[in-house]
Nanobody, 119 residues
């Protein structure tokens, strides 16, 4: 059974930092790209970042470039999203998702973790 389990969300003040984790199981971790998405109340889900473990390439939404960093620990089957200089507009439920390629609509999704940034 494929599982993606996010953790690390919480409440933080603007300017603060959080690190999200996505623990994966049930599939060959090295064969999949892992992406982070977020959805704020009343807004559409948007892609935040993605890492392709086949070549280590990463991409970021313009809104988070320079503040967020995605990384992967293949030994732990875990992908991280380090979020620095958080802004109130980063408030959302963050989801990790897996598919063969970054840019695909992911097939596998986690349950999400809430990130709230207070002003």
């Amino acid at each position: 059974e494929v599982q993606l389990v996010e953790s690390g969300g919480g409440l933080v003040q603007a300017g603060g930092a959080l690190r999200l984790s996505c623990a994966a199981s049930g599939f060959t971790f090295d064969d999949y790209a892992i992406g982070w998405f977020r959805q704020a109340p009343g807004k559409e889900r948007e892609g935040v970042s993605c890492i392709s473990k086949s070549d280590g390439s990463t991409n970021y939404a313009d809104s988070v470039k320079g503040r967020f960093t995605i990384s992967s620990d293949n030994a732990k089957n875990t992908v991280y999203l380090q979020m620095n200089s958080l802004k109130p507009e980063d408030t959302a439920v963050y989801y990790c998702a897996a598919d063969l390629l970054c840019g695909n609509m992911p097939y596998y999704w986690g349950q999400g973790t809430q990130v709230t940034v207070s002003s």
